[in-house]
């Protein structure tokens, strides 16, 4: 194999995209299971062989279509700018590991995450009830502290390296069965600018809602391009209402570049104003009025959360993930043991590779009851609420989400009755009890 980061060389006889399978080879990695196809790749999991196999990992493979092979200045630009990415090293970003192209197919091997998009959350959550708005600040601040990382890649003199992602949306934020959220598909928007007008077309269907204005102007972007974005999506996870969307691409851009921005209290007279000027300030057309840098974004919603006295722990978002697609992911995981078992000759796949947890957990009712998001102490006023009313933030014209007042208990109510802990507790006071006795007794002599 070639080395990885060379411009593609495409040979006479390529390899199709569709021509993959089970058990094809893509550099080190051999595919398994198919789980996407977009408009610039087919996505898989596929198990990374090491020399020692117990070094095997699960990665994600994209697999990029083969008419994107042609277009030169993109595949210049796409390896560029991947091999760039690749140093970006975040708790909150995807993990590049591996870049290439094999008989003409190019390919990124990355971190497997598992679990699901924004996107696909939002809408399974919506087919419920909507997103938690406390859970919705604290993915908006995970994401910032992901993109503040990129944004602050130097080069070994100190010097920025410019790293703007251009395309962060509901689609490119993950988050896994474990809480964690993270980014993905930075530098792969610039390249995609780099291919002709034909083709260029398909892959930013969708995605001019979540521009800038400056962006959708054409004009130069920086790291507040993205804040914008990111500014959008806290927009509408918390209204429960699309931001910018026309009829037509056009119209979308239109709206991006001049429509209004309503102020989220106009749609939900309960919304916190704190809140609110957070989001309108990362919705500044301004760049000079807009948040500087993401990090500044994501201190701001902490420090909202904290005034709040509202605790978001990661389990929260686990909890959320396994209620409203457990079960979709761990019909995945059952067909990723599968094909690890047909790949290995009908042997058993080896343990460490795919997490024994459950992944689906049964609420026995239809609605998400979500753990570990509590009141530090009663507080009054308008603040974040318990779960919403509403559906997804796709559908336009719904009720906004609710910020009625904290939910002391999120989940199942308190049984009745004294437990184990509570007994063992009256037990050691006991004690203690007759110890202090004793002592006054033995003094009093």
């Known amino acids: 194999m070639r080395a990885p980061f ?3 060389r495409i040979p006479e006889t390529r390899l ?62 796409f390896l560029d700018e991947v091999r760039l990415v690749r140093a970006i ?61 990129a944004h602050e890649l130097r080069d070994l003199d100190g010097s920025l390296r410019g790293v703007v992602h251009r395309d962060v949306s509901p689609h490119n934020i993950l988050i896994g069965t474990n809480g964690t959220v993270k980014l993905v598909d930075f530098g792969v928007a610039k390249a995609v600018g780099r291919i002709s007008e034909a083709t260029r077309a398909g892959q930013l269907k969708g995605k001019f809602g ?102 978001v722990a990661q389990s929260a978002l686990s909890g959320l993930m396994k209620r409203v697609l457990g079960e979709r992911i761990e019909q995945r995981r059952k067909a990723v043991r599968a094909a690890l078992k047909a790949l290995g000759s009908g042997q058993a796949p080896p343990a460490d590779l795919l997490s024994g947890e459950l992944a689906f957990t049964p609420t026995g009712k239809d609605r998400i009851t979500v753990s570990g998001v509590s009141s530090v102490s009663s507080v009054t006023g308008s603040n974040l609420s318990g779960l919403s009313n509403v559906t997804s933030p796709s559908t336009v014209g719904r009720p906004s989400s609710s910020f009625s007042g904290l939910r002391q208990d999120m989940s199942q109510p308190q049984p009745s009755g004294l437990s184990v802990g509570s007994i063992v507790g009256y037990a050691v006071g006991a004690l203690g009890l007759l110890i202090a006795l004793f002592v006054l007794l033995f003094m009093r002599r």
């Open 210 to 311: 979540y521009m800038s204005p400056e962006q959708a102007l054409g004009k130069q972007v920086d790291r507040r391009s993205d804040i914008f974005s990111l500014g959008i999506v806290l927009f509408e996870l918390t209204t429960s209402r699309r931001l910018f969307r026309g009829e037509h691409d056009i119209d979308t851009l239109k709206l991006v570049i001049g429509g209004p921005i309503p102020k989220p209290t106009s749609i939900d007279p309960k919304y916190p104003p704190g809140l609110e000027r957070i989001v309108l300030k990362a919705l500044d057309r301004h760049v000079e009025g807009r948040y500087q840098t993401a990090q500044e974004l994501a201190e701001d919603l902490r420090a909202y959360l904290k005034s709040e006295r509202v605790v």
């Open 6 to 8: 060379e411009a593609a």
């Open 16 to 77: 199709m995209t569709e021509d993959l399978k089970q058990g094809s080879k893509l550099g080190d990695n051999e595919l398994m299971l198919r789980i996407g196809r977009g408009g610039m790749a087919t996505v898989w999991v596929a198990r990374e062989r090491a020399k020692d196999p117990k070094d095997d990992r699960l990665v994600a493979v994209k697999a990029m279509l083969i008419e994107l092979a042609d277009e030169t200045e993109f595949v210049t630009m």
């Open 89 to 149: 090293k975040h708790p909150n970003i995807v993990e590049i590991y591996d870049v290439g192209d094999a008989d003409g197919v190019m390919w990124m091997s990355m971190e497997w995450v598992e679990g699901e998009s924004l996107h696909t959350v939002i809408a399974e959550a919506g087919k419920r009830r909507a997103i938690p708005p406390e859970l919705a600040v604290k993915i908006i601040a995970d994401a910032a502290s992901g993109l503040h990382a």
